[in-house]
């Protein structure tokens, strides 16, 4: 059975009328009900804002969150107690002549503390699984790499 599920965002975006016509605010807001408002602009590269989130940020975001979630739920079934996770993401943009570009790759490099360091080797082979679960990487173009780090509880 397949469970479906709709996910909804609300655009706005106003011309700055302090700006010139061709060189226009790539500012706007993006909301979703019942969640704070989200100031996004266009990566600093692409004459954005850079103190607010751009897509690339988000989409780099999307991805590295579901993983971990994912992961997460791969070592429960697994019975294996995660006592921290952290990641530092790295996505890699390619623009073309023409302006178009895309995503080429996504490295996450996470690092997990396990209770059981004995359970090493399975933790580590759990980000395959997780990657095959996740809906984000699932909806992805582009290869998703993980350099996973297992390390144990220091007493």
Same mark, same amino acid.
């Given at each position: 059975?397949?469970?479906?599920?709709?996910?909804?965002?609300?655009?706005?975006?106003?011309?700055?009328?302090?700006?010139?016509?061709?060189? *226009?605010?790539?500012?706007? @807001?993006?909301? %979703?009900?019942?969640?704070?408002?989200?100031? !996004? $602009?266009?990566?600093? =590269?692409?004459?954005?804002?850079?103190?607010?989130?751009?897509?690339?940020?988000?989409?780099?975001?999307?991805?590295? $969150? *579901?993983?971990?979630?994912?992961?997460?739920? /791969? /070592?429960? @079934?697994?019975? %294996? #107690?995660?006592? =921290?996770?952290?990641?530092? $993401? &790295?996505?890699? +943009? #390619?623009?073309?002549?023409?302006? $178009?570009?895309?995503?080429?790759?996504?490295?996450?490099?996470?690092? !997990?503390? %396990?209770?059981? %360091?004995? @359970?090493? &080797? +399975?933790?580590?082979?759990?980000?395959?699984?997780?990657?095959?679960? /996740?809906?984000? =990487?699932?909806?992805?173009?582009?290869?998703?790499?993980?350099?996973?780090?297992?390390?144990? !509880?220091?007493?």
């Amino acid at each position: 059975m397949v469970f479906k599920h709709l996910f909804k965002v609300g655009l706005d975006w106003k011309m700055d009328s302090t700006n010139a016509s061709k060189k *226009c605010s790539r500012n706007h @807001q993006l909301s %979703i009900e019942g969640k704070p408002i989200l100031d !996004v $602009s266009a990566a600093k =590269a692409f004459k954005g804002d850079p103190s607010l989130y751009n897509p690339e940020d988000l989409l780099l975001s999307s991805v590295t $969150s *579901c993983h971990m979630m994912s992961y997460l739920y /791969c /070592c429960t @079934q697994h019975n %294996i #107690e995660v006592v =921290a996770y952290t990641d530092n $993401s &790295e996505a890699f +943009l #390619e623009v073309n002549e023409d302006g $178009s570009g895309k995503i080429v790759k996504v490295i996450l490099n996470p690092v !997990v503390t %396990i209770a059981d %360091i004995n @359970q090493s &080797e +399975l933790a580590k082979s759990l980000h395959i699984k997780a990657n095959q679960l /996740c809906f984000i =990487a699932n909806s992805c173009s582009f290869p998703i790499e993980h350099h996973a780090t297992i390390k144990g !509880v220091d007493f």
